[in-house]
């Protein structure tokens, strides 16, 4: 469904029942380990909380994701040339802008941004429309990982995934995901992948454990999600954050580990949960990269790294890909 009346347009992929929307929630909380998928933390408080996170001292990646894109996006779209961007997982468009600026020196001005959160990308059109009156503005509240299928296929595509999101994904769901971002692309069509870096085990878990506990805050907002969305009764306070680096499969894990015995109930969908004091939930993966390890992932989905881009630390990179051969 589609929707104006603003200086953008709002489209909203139709939900199926509440049992289909949320089978990878009864999926991940019926394994051992129970995991969630932390497409879950950003409702409007956790993305607002995220946002916070963003200006942590300990949090690196945006200050470097940033870096890059202030010294390297006029080069970026002057290579590509895009007819429009179309971002996945937008959230707040704020590094995104940037681009947005040189895009605007080639003279296009197409913007498509899809994410799970309204309120975020409705803000953030607004603020984008408001500062580019010339830009036109597309938002598609949607799962992207689940629809691909409604990006726009004319006219010449930057295609985006910055941050460092494309790290939720564990090595298999990350190369079909990037085999479904190569059947998208065609010839003149680039993909923009932010990817954070392997590095030191202390700036790595200060990332993800910061010492003002907003990444603890943020993690617990799961939790809010479930028992609003899906009537629950999850105790926020018999949980607490645990975050560590896995150098073996070079990962960051976030979970939560109950306190104490937690019995609760997420009557939305039916499903009774039991926690035993100690036991502990994942809720997010964050791999950590080398070139090496990007260029085989690409490989393997048919796509060719085209430029490699790294902050001046060396702690993040912007990889710039297109379809092989």
């Known amino acids: 469904m589609s929707t104006t ?3 953008f347009t709002v489209t909203r992929v139709a939900d199926p029942s509440t049992e289909a929307h949320f089978e990878d929630v009864i999926k991940g909380l019926a394994s051992t380990p129970k995991e969630l998928s932390p497409k879950y933390f950003y409702d ?8 916070r996170i963003t200006a942590l001292p300990e949090y690196y990646l945006t200050r470097a994701e940033t ?7 006029d080069a970026i779209l002057e290579h590509v040339r895009p007819d429009k961007l179309i971002e996945l997982g937008s959230g707040s468009s704020r590094k995104t802008e940037l681009l947005i600026r040189a895009m ?5 001005n197409r913007y498509v941004a899809l994410d799970v959160s309204e309120d975020a990308l409705c803000e953030a059109a607004e603020r984008l429309t408001e500062r580019h009156p010339e830009l036109d503005v597309g938002v598609v509240v949607a ?3 689940g629809s691909l299928d409604v990006i726009e296929r004319h006219g010449r595509r930057l295609v985006l995934l910055l941050g460092s999101t494309i790290g939720n994904f564990p090595p298999g769901p990350r190369e079909e995901f990037l085999t479904r971002i190569g059947a998208l ?8 992948l932010g990817v954070d870096l392997v590095k030191d085990r202390a700036t790595l878990e200060a990332a993800y454990d910061d010492a003002a506990g907003v990444t603890a805050e943020f993690n617990k907002n799961v939790l809010r999600v479930l028992n609003r ?3 629950g009764n999850l105790p926020l306070d018999a949980f607490e954050h645990v975050a560590f680096y896995d150098a073996e499969n070079a990962w960051i894990e976030m979970r939560l580990r109950a306190t104490r015995t937690v019995d609760a109930r997420l009557r939305g969908i039916d499903l009774a949960l039991h926690f035993e004091a100690g036991e502990e939930m994942r809720t997010e993966l964050s791999c950590k990269f080398t070139r090496e390890s990007v260029e085989r992932s690409l490989a ?5 790294l085209e430029r490699w881009i790294e902050d001046a630390g060396g702690r993040f990179a912007l990889v710039l890909a297109r379809r092989a051969g």
């Open 44 to 51: 409007a408080r956790g993305s607002a909380l995220f946002e």
């Open 67 to 73: 870096e890059i894109l202030e010294r390297e996006a």
């Open 300 to 304: 393997v989905a048919g796509l060719a």
């Open 5 to 7: 009346g603003r200086s």
């Open 229 to 231: 969305e899906l009537d």
């Open 143 to 145: 799962d992207f990982d």
């Open 185 to 192: 692309l065609k010839d003149d069509d680039r993909f923009l």
């Open 104 to 108: 605007e020196h080639t003279g296009a």
